[in-house]
């Protein structure tokens, strides 16, 4: 199962732990890990190259399936939206696989 925690400070996302392997299929075909796999980075990549916010990231620990990223201070409308972006489709994907893949937890 993926466990993520989506980081809030006053009701703002600020970050994402995610942990784990959802275990929908076998390795190379599990397109659950997939699509946080490619939602994560891209939201992280996005935020690096278009928003130019301070984000730091945690070591990538392919076999644990772990990314822990946040955003430091103040940042951009851009960074906001791409952060809500990640958080409606991690909870997109959740309701469509089901909470046995994939569990979410707003952590203030």
Known sequence: M????I??????????DILGHAGYDTHGKDIVCSAVSVLTINTINSI?????DDIEVDKYIE???HIKFW????YSKETEILLK???????NISEQYGKKYI???EVQ
């Open 63 to 65: 076999n644990d399936g």
């Open 7 to 16: 980081l809030k400070k006053e009701n703002m996302i600020y970050g994402f």
């Open 2 to 5: 993926i466990k993520v925690k």
């Open 85 to 91: 972006s990640l958080e409606f489709g991690l909870n």
């Open 48 to 52: 690096y190259n278009f928003a130019k």
């Open 103 to 105: 569990e979410i937890e």
């Open 71 to 74: 955003v430091n201070g103040i």
